[in-house]
T-cell receptor
Framework: GDSVTQMEGPVTLSEEAFLTINCTYTATGYPSLFWYVQYPGEGLQLLLKATKADDKGSNKGFEATYRKETTSFHLEKGSVQVSDSAVYFCALSARAGGTSYGKLTFGQGTILTVHP | SQTIHQWPATLVQPVGSPLSLECTVEGTSNPNLYWYRQAAGRGLQLLFYSVGIGQISSEVPQNLSASRPQDRQFILSSKKLLLSDSGFYLC????????????FGQGTRLTVV
């Protein structure tokens, strides 16, 4: 079945440092890929997405590129802020079958802490 | 714009008591609806999804059930809670077309004591 593997955390960085959170996936067909962010005590917010190979999703300074050849969707940000401290989830949505849309398979999540 | 409401935000229930969590979506029609559970320190697990009124699919065997009495209402229930039912429950919706992203509610923190 489908699966998502994220780098284990927690990740601790100083403000303005460069961030990479690795994500690789296994899926049949051509999934859509997502990064979600969860702030303490809250639900998940969609951060960015990519729906086909070589697409780059970007939002709030975060970027991720859909790499079909390496089955990866790594999250990057050039300069993190304290306000970026949260849990980040990589996820995929299977493309096959009408009822599969929106059913997400998640990675385990990576806790990011940014210090001033 | 579309919004999703989920309540209550927190709940403490004794073992063996019933459960009812409610989720409603506004600003869209015929959404796909989902219940996920997030256990402490772990990722999210899909529990149920629904593509229409009265249509419920269960992803994992468990002590919980779901119902969709109206187009934009999704309810998670249990007749008798177990300690292992504790967790963070998230409702989500996605458009019933080929767009694939899902949007989440604020979640319910359930503690079974």
């Amino acid at each position: 079945g489908d699966s998502v593997t994220q780098m284990e955390g927690p990740v601790t960085l100083s403000e303005e440092a460069f961030l990479t959170i690795n994500c690789t996936y296994t899926a049949t067909g051509y999934p859509s890929l997502f990064w979600y962010v969860q702030y303490p005590g809250e639900g998940l917010q969609l951060l960015l997405k990519a729906t086909k190979a070589d697409d780059k999703g970007s939002n709030k300074g975060f970027e991720a590129t859909y790499r079909k050849e390496t089955t990866s969707f790594h999250l990057e940000k050039g300069s993190v802020q304290v306000s970026d401290s949260a849990v980040y989830f990589c996820a995929l949505s299977a493309r096959a079958g009408g009822t599969s849309y929106g059913k997400l398979t998640f990675g385990q999540g990576t806790i990011l802490t940014v210090h001033p | 714009s579309q919004t999703i409401h989920q309540w209550p935000a927190t709940l403490v229930q004794p073992v063996g008591s019933p459960l009812s969590l409610e989720c409603t979506v506004e600003g869209t029609s015929n959404p796909n609806l989902y219940w996920y559970r997030q256990a402490a320190g772990r990722g999210l697990q899909l529990l149920f999804y629904s593509v229409g009124i009265g249509q419920i699919s269960s992803e994992v065997p468990q002590n919980l059930s779901a119902s969709r009495p109206q187009d934009r209402q999704f309810i998670l229930s249990s007749k008798k809670l177990l300690l292992s039912d504790s967790g963070f429950y998230l409702c989500a919706w996605s458009a019933g077309d080929r767009r694939t992203e899902a949007f989440f509610g604020q979640g319910t923190r359930l503690t079974v004591v």
